[in-house]
């Protein structure tokens, strides 16, 4: 992967928490903390506001979080840019979704919601975390960045560019726009029908048997639907 890396240099008693321009709320409540934390914990606090492509927050050269309101979750599920952040987390060694604010109590929201958690644990390998608010947000990232940078002595990196998606690579995301069809699945479907084409134009008892009969079900109804 061709990385463009931009390096920032600090001292052994400070940290640097890297934000993302657009995370106006959090970079608010970390400028309003950040006397007290830089008295309380004996560090120099540095807030750099950069136009991220990557994730909303770095603190070192392979964590990148990605932050979402409870609201923006659900949100992201359905237009389907969840998975793509995902894919695009992958770029640092350790990747984190962390999840802000009261949960749905609407069961069936909720279910949603826990599927695409589980999908994103198990088929991208990105653990998500869960917070109250934006003070319990601002406080993880600042213990996060000491970890990483004093105690780790990890340095602070960016990632600014990841290369473009190869032909295989985009056949893969088309698939796993459809609901329930994560890596696993989308590369199982390719390997055995080669195309998208022949996945498009398989019949359902042919699907059942690589993605099961629920997600074939779900796979044909949106192929052939014409609204």
């Not at 608010?133 to 105690?151: C, M, V």
């Amino acid at each position: 992967m061709q990385l463009k890396i931009s390096e920032f240099k600090k001292n052994d008693n400070e940290i640097t928490i890297i934000c993302d321009k657009n995370e106006e709320k959090i970079i608010s409540v970390l400028k309003n903390i950040k006397s007290n934390i830089e008295k309380k914990e004996k560090i120099k606090l540095n807030i750099l506001e950069e136009k991220l492509k990557i994730g909303d927050f770095i603190v070192s050269d392979r964590v990148a979080i990605e932050r979402k309101t409870t609201d923006d979750f659900f949100k992201s599920i359905i237009d389907n840019r969840l998975f793509e952040q995902c894919e695009n987390l992958k770029g640092y060694e350790i990747p984190i979704i962390l999840i802000e604010g009261e949960r749905y109590e609407d069961e069936k929201i909720k279910k949603i919601i826990n599927g695409a958690i589980t999908s994103i644990i198990l088929n991208y390998k990105i653990p998500i975390l869960f917070t109250s608010d934006e003070y319990e947000t601002a406080n993880f990232l600042i213990q996060l960045a000491k970890k990483e940078q004093i105690s780790e002595k990890r340095p602070l990196r960016l990632i600014e560019e990841r290369k473009a998606l190869t032909l295989e690579e985009e056949k893969l995301r088309v698939l796993q726009s459809f609901p329930q069809i994560g890596p696993k699945l989308a590369k199982k479907l390719l390997d055995h029908f080669k195309s998208l084409k022949n996945i498009f134009h398989a019949e359902q008892k042919q699907l059942e048997k690589i993605i099961g009969k629920k997600n074939a079900e779900r796979m044909k109804k949106l192929i052939e639907s014409e609204n």
